[in-house]
């Protein structure tokens, strides 16, 4: 019998070391996802006293009415846009500075990786010191080291979402830094050695060579940005509340204010679906095409 | 013409060590900023003009933050991070090396586990509240727990499916003809080959949780408090205390800055999610 038992164990040794991971991953990450779905079809307001009611596809219906929603799905993609752009000309051409032999490189390189490893809300903080008005190092650097007008980083509605992009690309360029750099490293010597042979410049290595090698590595890296910084929320929530106004307020901190502060769980739910196909739609992308090659 | 070549090179080595410099002064700078500001002592973040370099080590502002919650924000924290961490890395290994045994042949089998590690969080957070609502279970270290094993199993079981690969097929093979069986090779051939994609795993698997910040605003309270809630919580106080922030957040990136400094080579291809093979 327990031969027996031992025998079958050893022959579905992948369903059994499997099934714990399943189990929870269906619990409780598939569970909620359907559940979310099933909520977006209700009228759902926890601070009325009127119970949830089955109101069909309303909620989407009166999303694409909103033009809340419409302007911060602009803003996010304002940072997603400017940050890529941002992200990958710092990253890539401190990559290609540091592609050089010299003492200390690899030091070097490892104190670029700490804002990737570090808690976002940290990173929020530090950013909130510098950028205060009146009492940062920031403002006080611009005008006594530039002569120029302090700035309201935070607190003016036409450049608060610059200041954050500003503190989320900081945060994230030494990303495409750590890739540029790999990329570099898997380029033989003897391309590079070749051109220079002919008389190419720097330049011209970089734009011919370099550049083409490394596009698809960049490429994939730069969508796994655009995905990730989609789904910004701390530093929004502690540089600025998604305001002043309303003007840092992006779809995935809508979709947290109507589920967290005004409790309409059905409308949270439906924004948090839309969403989920973008990512989703994008990461498929992503993940068929570039990161899983066979 | 040679040595003017040489000079042009010499000025262009200048150049890129002078912007090399720059970078490092940006990116360093905060920290500067953050390290000098937990040394100030109560009101000298309001000055200006600023200052830079506080005159003495000052380390009242820890222990007011230790205090004032900082200190059961650390211990929760590790407590969510290591258990977390501890699942990853038994039931990621099991699933694993489970997902490889079912498919071998089936190709693209990592591809939902990295659909999962990118799904917007608040699209479960949401949901998750409900049901952890309903069951008793929010304020909890079970919670926080469940909450980020959402994201970090399938991270781990997708990194460790890519350390997997790169273990040869013949080795498997050849001890089980010679009578292992499949829980004798996963115990002792698969998991001692496993042992350097262990390290990342069990980095990530400790510093997302440790990290992060959504589900710990949404899932606690007042019993169950980690660091990304603690430390905002420094400024929603009647005075905002910066001293207090910067010292609290200068504990809290300590453990995953020494830990990615150290094993710098093991994490690359976590953050890059494979793009880059560290």
Redesign the interface.
Known sequence: MLGHMRQWANRNIGGLFLAPSFLIIILICAFPLIYSIYMSFFSWELASPLPKRFIGVENYLNIFQDSRFWFSLLRSIYIVGIGAILQMVLGFSLGILLNREFKGRNILTSFFLIPVVISPVVIAFMWKMIYSEQYGPLNYILNVVFYLKSVPWLSNTSVALLSIVIANSWEWFPLILLVTMGGLQNIPDDYIHAAQIDGASGWQITRWIIIPLLAPVLLTITLIRVIEDFKLFDLIYVLTHGGPGMSTETLNYLTYLKGFKFFSFGYSSALSILQMIVVIGIAAILVKKILIKD | MKTLKAKKKKI??FV?FL??GI??L??????F??IS?SFKIKGE??????I?IPDRFNFDAYRAALRSGGQKALIDSFIIAFISMCIALI??T??A???????KKG??Y??WM???E???????V??????FKYVHLLDTYPALI??N??FV??FA?WLLLGFLEDIPIPIEEAALIDGC???QV?SHIILPLLRSGLIPVAFFSF?LP??E??MA??FSRTKVTP??VV??SL?MSDTVA?EQ??GL?VM??IP??I???VF?RY??RG????????
Do not use: C, D, H
């Open positions: 262009n080595t890129a912007l090399i970078f490092l940006v990116t360093l700078f905060p920290f900023w953050m500001t973040f309001f000055t200006r003009p600023p830079f039931l990621g099991m699933g090396y489970g997902l490889r045994e079912l498919l190709k693209n990592g591809f990295l659909i999962i990118m799904m917007p969080p608040i699209a479960v949401l949901p998750l509240f409900i049901l469940l909450g094993t959402v199993l399938p079981i069986s499949k829980f996963f510093i440790w990290n910040f959504l605003l949404v660091l990304t430390i905002p400024v910066w922030v910067a957040s809290a990136i995953p800055v830990v990615a400094m710098q994490i690359i953050l890059t999610f494979g793009a880059v093979k560290g």
